[in-house]
């Protein structure tokens, strides 16, 4: 019957998305769980710049010549809250210190304005108070360093206009101009290396932590929805239903990939949210990455969605074939759990290495790994490079034709229903 | 005339362990065919290779002229299987899995919605088939999954132990159903039942069956007359004395 498989889809995909488990574990988690943690990082991160943004200071001024003048005059014109202390031994200015919410003192010993003149190097004594042991009271403690090195960059000036005062003292500071152009898919751009190695870090860590988020939820849900048949006791009569053995492989194959789907969505949206609310405080930049050639083309795109498309039916099928031996969920996930690893090891590994540059033992053990040629072609598509997209594609999908085989013999046998498997040593 | 079901000479081994040791029986259409003995008799099994679960190691098993091996398909459009240990999909309303199974066997909505009206008079669920199957009791579950074996209207109804956690009342309402559907629909039945009072009130043959064969078959009169029984139960107890 025609709609038989189409029943039978229906039927898996408002079952396991029914199921709360499923449900929280796989789509409500990833939604909340992502937001929740780059709200948390996000107001921390706030907090952090907030407790900068109002640190007090103290400063003792025991020298009292035209630099030190000059020093605190810089502080204030920074609007730095700055608090002007007698002199005083140092352990009666920090006990006194401690009775108010002033973090640092900066004491500016005698001889200071004498020595920069003379040339030497002038002293600065700094004294910080930490509260607590948490980012922002290290950040406070750093914040002094700020307007001392802008006004050590004016004192620097200062000199350079004195001693030639036909020059620019920018150029003196800075002889050297550098501009940079980076040749990209044969293209000249008028960009920093640095800027495009961000940009590459964020796809090659991007891609393959999706691909892996992905395919691990795909085989957790495959081996949750033939467990949950076993455990529910509703194989059986599943089995003896007017339908072919292929076509309930194909119905829980298809229900599987509709549930993972969502899960990656849910994942996916959270992570979106994740990252905007943890880069918010960073500085935009305005580099169009269709300009600099980091898009995918049409055909890279229906490349890499064939590519995830065979990676999802066989990590589904493995998932399944191992999964039949158990007697329940919990059972389940606990052996398909190992085969996160076969996902997890390219993965990682390709996050931070190109695969050429790996030794050649690691080289043979990842090509022979069938996810690693996911993550391969997600790093071709955007190089273009379509020979790299179809041998992957060519290895992945004999490989999901072999396991779709071993899953179909399973399904056609017994050992759908009689597999057990053993933790006893047999004797 | 065809024999509803032909088993000949059935083996299975599961491992080193013997489950069937060359089981034999004929069962013909419209009969309610018993199979009775303790527990590891081999019961379960045999209804197991007739549902088409599980192949049996040599020996063959006909049902309406169909071999369960090679004609598995057609075997199970006219099968209706109801297990020993049987659930239904939590996350569905009774009516969605009605709905769901009736599905399989009936091309258009009329049919489905008629199989399932019939499964609703069978169970006896009325308004309680709308909510999800994770609310109801076992032996709530167990009623929908008479209901859903017989709401198909199959040749052949195999049930492994029909009324296993239903109370009384509602399992005196099952075994009526079963055995006006076997009258009414002329649907052969072939049951496993530890309940002697239920297999001397539905079948019109029984056999009892130990160690994976066959050791006494008759209808229910003639076998407590072979043995002098007041009831099954003490000729069963009889048969297991002298086997």
Redesign the interface.
């Known amino acids: 019957m025609p709609n038989a498989l189409g029943n039978l889809i229906r039927k898996e995909a408002k079952d396991m998305l029914r199921d709360p488990k499923i449900l929280l574990s796989m789509i409500l988690m990833p939604l909340l769980m992502f937001p929740i943690m780059g709200a948390a990082i996000s107001l921390s991160t706030s907090t952090v710049k907030e407790a900068t943004r109002s640190v007090a200071m103290a400063i003792m001024k025991i020298d009292e010549g035209t630099i030190s003048n000059q020093l605190v005059s810089s502080f204030k014109a920074l609007n730095i809250s700055l608090i002007e202390v007698k002199p005083s031994p140092i352990e009666e200015a920090i006990q006194n210190l401690r009775q108010t919410n002033i973090t640092t003192l900066i004491i500016i010993p005698k001889g200071f304005t004498e020595n920069i003149t003379s040339g030497l190097k002038g002293e600065l004594r700094i004294y910080s108070i930490l509260r607590s042991i948490s980012l922002s009271e290290g950040a406070k403690a750093s914040v002094v360093n700020v307007p001392i090195s802008i006004y050590e960059r004016t004192l620097v000036r200062q000199a350079i206009a004195q001693a030639f005062p036909d020059r620019d003292p920018e150029n003196v500071l800075d002889p050297i101009d550098v501009k940079n152009f980076v040749i990209f898919k044969g293209k000249l751009l008028n960009v920093s290396p640095q800027l495009l190695q961000g940009i590459f870090m964020s796809q090659s860590f991007g891609f393959p932590m999706v691909i892996m988020l992905l395919l691990i939820s795909a085989m957790q849900i495959a081996a949750t929805s033939i467990s949950i048949e076993k455990e529910e006791k509703t194989l059986e009569t599943l089995l003896t239903l007017p339908i072919g053995r292929i076509s309930i492989l194909a119905g829980k194959l298809a229900g599987s990939t509709i549930v993972a789907a969502a899960g990656a969505a849910a994942s996916l949206i959270g992570i979106n949210f994740y990252v905007a609310s943890i880069f918010s405080f960073m500085p935009s930049t305005s580099i169009d990455l269709a300009e600099v050639g980091l898009h995918l083309s049409p055909l890279a795109y229906l490349l890499l969605g064939l590519t995830m498309f065979v990676a999802i039916i066989s990590a589904l099928a493995l998932a399944i074939c191992i999964a039949v031996y158990s007697e329940n969920v919990r059972e389940a996930q606990s052996l398909v759990s190992p085969l996160s690893l076969l996902v997890m090891l390219p993965s990682m590994i390709l996050m931070f290495a190109d695969i050429e540059a790996l030794p050649v033992s690691l080289q043979t053990v990842l090509y022979l790994i069938p996810y690693t040629h996911v993550v391969l072609a997600s790093k071709a598509a955007f190089m273009e490079n379509y020979a790299v997209m179809l041998r992957s594609i060519s290895y992945i999908t004999m490989f999901t034709i072999l396991i779709l085989y071993v899953a179909a013999r399973i399904f056609m046998t017994e050992k759908v229903v009689t597999a057990r498997f053993s933790w006893r040593r047999k004797r | 005339m065809e024999k509803a079901i032909e088993v000949i000479n059935l083996h299975k081994y ?1 491992g080193k362990v013997k489950a069937l040791n060359g089981l034999s029986f004929t069962v013909d259409p419209g009969e309610i065919y018993g199979l009775i003995g303790p527990n590891g008799a081999g019961k379960t099994t045999a209804l ?1 290779i007739l ?5 049996p190691t040599s020996g063959s098993a006909r049902i309406f002229g169909l071999d369960v091996e090679r004609e598995a ?1 057609k075997v ?2 006219i ?1 209706g ?3 020993e ?8 309303s009774g009516t ?1 899995y009605l709905e ?2 009736a ?3 009936f ?1 258009n909505k009329r049919e489905i919605k008629d199989a399932v009206y019939e499964a609703e008079e069978i169970s006896g669920l009325g308004e309680r088939l709308r909510d ?1 199957i994770k609310t109801y009791s076992k032996g709530m579950i167990r009623r929908l ?1 008479v209901a859903r074996t017989l709401m198909i209207k199959p040749k052949l109804a195999i049930l492994d132990e029909p009324t296993s956690g239903i109370d009384i009342i509602h399992a005196y309402h099952i075994r009526r159903v079963i055995k006006n559907y076997a009258k009414d629909y002329k649907v052969t039945v072939l049951l496993s039942s530890h309940n002697m009072f239920e297999v001397e009130f539905l079948c019109t043959r029984i056999a009892f069956i130990n160690k994976g064969r066959i050791l006494v078959e008759g209808s229910p009169e003639e076998i407590k007359t072979r043995y002098g029984a007041r009831d099954l139960e003490e000729a069963f107890m009889e048969v297991a004395r002298s086997a």
């Open positions: 599961f197991r549902a088409t679960l599980i192949r398909n199970r459009r099968i299987y109801l297990p240990e049987a659930g239904a999909y939590r996350n569905l969605e769901f199974i599905s399989f066997y091309r999800k999954l």
